[in-house]
């Protein structure tokens, strides 16, 4: 199946320690393998994954489950949220997740207003020359790892930063 084995090159990376693994994702049938802005969403998504985990010498099983998680949810839900709330557990997992209320860059406090950097860490929308998020929403985020209660708006500009890599 081509579409499958698409998902199979995109995931194997120049060593193919990932691969064995993932490869199964394919094989499973995901009824979304057949609609196109889906399937890009998660080419998108996984491609991220690659550069991140090229260090590592065992790959944690953990990546392994919230891939399968997400793509067991992809269907029914905006893929770009699925992604966020996957980025955010991702972070927690692996101890990076920022929640302080300061500002990243001048270590003001972030009052209503939040702008997010890369691995979402929080700065001033005027800091980082950034589109504006509202603060509380986006520390509920952080704290529940749902992201149920953002608007599509908001997801697209989270999805943005996901995209400049992990
Ligand atoms: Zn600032």
Not at 15 to 37: A, M, Q, T, V
Not at 54 to 71: G, M, R, V
């Amino acid at each position: 199946m081509q579409l499958g084995n698409l998902i199979d090159f995109e995931i194997e990376g120049e060593d193919g320690r990932f691969l064995p693994r993932l490869r199964s994702l394919s094989h499973i049938g995901f009824p979304w393998l057949f609609e196109r802005n889906r399937l890009l969403l998660w080419h998108n998504f996984i491609q991220k994954f690659d550069p991140h985990l090229q260090e590592a010498d065992e790959i944690d099983p953990f990546y392994f489950h919230l891939l399968l998680q997400a793509a067991k949810r992809w269907k029914k839900q905006n893929p770009k949220r699925i992604i966020c709330e996957s980025y955010i557990a991702l972070l927690d997992h692996e101890g990076r997740l920022y929640p302080e209320e300061h500002c990243y860059i001048c270590e003001g406090r972030i009052e209503e207003e939040i702008a997010l950097m890369q691995a979402f860490k929080p700065a001033h929308p005027r800091c980082i020359y950034s589109p504006a998020l509202p603060s509380k929403k986006i520390f509920d985020l952080f704290r529940s790892h749902k992201a149920t209660f953002l608007d599509d708006h908001e997801i697209d500009l989270l999805y943005e930063v996901v995209m400049k890599g992990f």
